[in-house]
């Protein structure tokens, strides 16, 4: 079951402020939230995170143009490619 990645990383930066390891706190969220809640992964990225001092949750931004779509112009387009085919 996906929980919401907000919520998780809430969880996990109120353990790291409790003094909790990132197992404990992996083993906590698992056995409130169910069974694969949070990765080994993820808790020891975000502990490592929460350790350098980087306390906030949000995403950091990705490189990169950011997608953009046009929905309106594709279905134009889409709509214009499947009548001339039809045709």
Not at 42 to 50: N, V
Not at 52 to 60: P, Q, V
Not at 65 to 77: F, K, L, Q, S, Y
């Given at each position: 079951m996906e929980?919401?990645r907000?919520?998780?990383?809430?969880l996990?930066k109120?353990e790291?402020?409790?003094?909790?390891s990132a197992k404990?706190a992996?083993?906590?969220i698992?056995?409130?939230k169910?069974?694969g809640t949070?990765s080994?992964t993820?808790?020891?990225?975000?502990?490592?995170?929460?350790k350098?001092?980087?306390?906030?949750?949000?995403?950091?931004p990705?490189s990169g143009?950011?997608?953009?779509?046009?929905?309106?112009?594709?279905?134009?387009?889409v709509?214009d490619?499947?009548?001339?085919?039809?045709?």
């Open positions: 929980k919401n907000g919520v998780i990383r809430e996990l109120f790291f402020e409790l003094g909790h404990e992996m083993d906590n698992n056995r409130a169910g069974a949070v080994r993820t808790a020891y990225e975000w502990f490592s995170k929460f350098s001092g980087n306390m906030t949750i949000e995403d950091n990705r143009r950011p997608r953009e779509v046009d929905r309106e112009a594709v279905v134009n387009a709509k490619a499947f009548t001339i085919f039809i045709s």
